[in-house]
């Protein structure tokens, strides 16, 4: 009896530490590629609307820890954001709705925020993205 308790127990706090998976979606990405690649260098485009949820965060790769202290979602969904960025190069947009994380998908390599920051931004604020002159990450997420 002892030892069935145990391992219960032992099931129970792993289950509660792993990460919750959150759903991807490649429509995100696809929407935001097809806005971009109609702007010349120097314009902005707001190339998606996301009223449907309460925040939209632009988190960029190798984010963790504090700096994902700001996202308003549960930790277990902290946990599988910090290990999809901490896996990829690229950026990473989350949305979230009633403090959960409701879906992400992953940026190709031309999206970046200045300084390399977390964006957040309202579900209903306006999403800015700006074209750069030059190479590199050359579409830009504009700070609210």
Known sequence: MKKNLILLVTVLLL?????????YDGKITDRLQA???KIEAGQTVEPDNFEAYDWVYIIPPYSGGEALDRLEVDERSKKYIQQQASMNENY?????????AVSYAMLDKNFSTEGGEILKYKGSDKLLVRKGETGG???LFLPK
Request: glycine letters at 4%; one cysteine or more; hydrophobic letters at 35%.
């Open 137 to 139: 990450r050359p579409y």
């Open 92 to 100: 990473i947009l989350v949305t979230s709705k009633e403090g959960k």
């Open 15 to 23: 289950m509660s530490c792993s990460a919750a998976k959150i759903p």
């Open 35 to 37: 806005s971009v690649q």
